[in-house]
């Protein structure tokens, strides 16, 4: 990334990390990553189910359903095709 902050796929693959730990109630693990992206400047917003880079980007965050249904990999799902 230009500015050498995290790429969209780096975020992704951590909000969806985040949210394993959410849904394993490993709440801990869930603030850590919370606050390693926050450091980067990308805030999560789970009411929302949203996350912003202080750059303007943003991307969504992987439901519950989502997460069982792709596997954790919501970018990757229509290459991989979900039976």
Known sequence: H?????TDLEITTLVV???RARQNKDFA???????ELKAVGVEIYDK?????A???RQ???????????????P???A????Q
Do not use: C, F, H
């Not at 991307?59 to 990999?73: E, I, M, N």
């Not at 290459?79 to 979900?82: D, E, L, R, Y």
């Open 2 to 6: 230009a500015r050498g902050g995290p």
């Open 17 to 19: 990390q985040r949210e």
């Open 29 to 35: 693990l869930s603030d850590v990553i919370r606050s």
């Open 48 to 52: 929302e189910k949203i996350w912003k």
């Open 54 to 56: 202080n750059d303007g």
């Open 59 to 73: 991307g969504p965050v992987p439901s519950y359903d989502q997460l069982q249904t792709t596997g954790g990999a």
């Open 75 to 77: 970018i990757m799902a």
């Open 79 to 82: 290459a991989v095709g979900t």
